[in-house]
């Protein structure tokens, strides 16, 4: 991705109101659902004694810890830092791009629901892809940064549904 396709894009969707509100629904709405829904799904699992909870627990936890440090280790600039523009919606983080963390959190915890539910699994797998795609085109990651965090959470997500 060069400079121009993020300029391009932060202009794209600031063109207008209702775009900026569709765009903001998912850059921030969608996480935010995805971190309630998990809690939920596993105070259910636990109140009902289910024997995939300290997998679902567990797995994402492992996944989020070994993703934060290898990010702080790697400390890859972000598009923004790299090509000097503002992002859509500006960050004072330097570094820490790769892999993306919100992307790889929101990916493993479709795999949970995955494996709780393959209708919710799904649902959340495509909100996942979505946030990945907001953080490409908010500016603050490149393709491969959300790759990376949507492979690495998969790979992690296998253990709780096998």
Do not use: W
Not at 45 to 51: F, G, H, V
Not at 83 to 93: A, E, I, V
């Amino acid at each position: 991705m060069t400079k121009e396709f993020y300029e391009a894009s932060i202009a794209a969707i600031s063109s207008s109101k209702a775009k900026k509100a569709a765009f903001g629904a998912v850059y921030k709405g969608l996480p935010i659902v995805m971190f309630i829904s998990y809690p939920l799904m596993l105070l259910y699992m636990l109140l009902t004694q289910d024997e995939r909870f300290l997998k679902c627990f567990a797995v994402p936890l492992f996944m989020f810890l070994t993703l934060s440090l290898a990010r702080r280790y790697i400390n890859a600039p972000r598009p923004y830092e790299v090509y000097d523009f503002t992002p859509l919606y500006p960050k004072d983080t330097q570094g820490k791009s790769f892999p993306s963390r919100h992307t790889a959190s929101a990916m493993v915890i479709a795999m949970a629901f995955l494996s709780f539910s393959p209708v919710l699994g799904a649902a959340f797998a495509a909100a996942a892809i979505l946030i990945a795609a907001s953080r490409i085109f908010g500016g603050v990651h490149f393709p491969k940064d959300v790759i990376a965090g949507v492979l690495y959470a998969v790979a992690c997500g296998m253990v709780m549904i096998l």
